[in-house]
C-alpha cells in the first residue's frame, strides 16, 4: 500500500539546522502537490511549505527564509530544510501528498490526500 514516511526530526539548539524527509513506498508513479504542515497540543495543524510537480513553491510567512521546501520524483521523496531554527518552530511535522499514482500504467491506482506519520521537531533555548 502507498505510504509516506517521514524521517529527520529530532532536538536541536536554536539557530541550528534539521533536514525532514517525506519518502512515498510502493511503486510510485507519479505525485501531486506535495507539502509540509505542522502542530503543536494547543494549536490547530498548518501549513508550513509547499511544492508543486513543476516545483513551485509556497511558504507561510513565519518560516519564509529560513525553510526550503524540494522534491527529488527520481526517489519519490520531498524534503524541509529548516535552518535557523526557533523554538516556536518546535512541533510535530507532517507531510503530505495530495495525489498519489502508484502501480503500473495499465492498472493505475490514485491515492488522494495521503499523510505521513509525524516527525517530532524540538528546538531548545
Known amino acids: 500500500q502507498v505510504q509516506l514516511v517521514e524521517s529527520g526530526g529530532g532536538l536541536v539548539q536554536a539557530g541550528g539546522s534539521l533536514r525532514l524527509s517525506c519518502a512515498a513506498s510502493?511503486?510510485?508513479?507519479?505525485?501531486?502537490?506535495m507539502a509540509w504542515y505542522r502542530q503543536t497540543p494547543r494549536n490547530q495543524r498548518e501549513l508550513v511549505a509547499r511544492?508543486?510537480?513543476?516545483?513551485?513553491?509556497f511558504y507561510a510567512d513565519a518560516v519564509k527564509g529560513r525553510f526550503t521546501i524540494s522534491r527529488d520524483d527520481a526517489k519519490s521523496t520531498v524534503y524541509l530544510q529548516m535552518d535557523s531554527l526557533e523554538p516556536e518552530d518546535t512541533a510535530v511535522y507532517y507531510c503530505?501528498?495530495?495525489?498519489?499514482?502508484?502501480?503500473?500504467?495499465?492498472?493505475?491506482?490514485?491515492?488522494?490526500?495521503?499523510w505521513g506519520q509525524g516527525a517530532q521537531v524540538t528546538v531548545s533555548s
Open positions: 503530505h501528498a495530495d495525489r498519489i499514482s502508484s502501480g503500473v500504467v495499465w492498472s493505475l491506482s490514485i491515492k488522494y490526500d495521503v
Open positions: 510502493g511503486m510510485i508513479v507519479s505525485i501531486g502537490d
Open positions: 511544492i508543486t510537480p513543476g516545483a513551485s513553491t
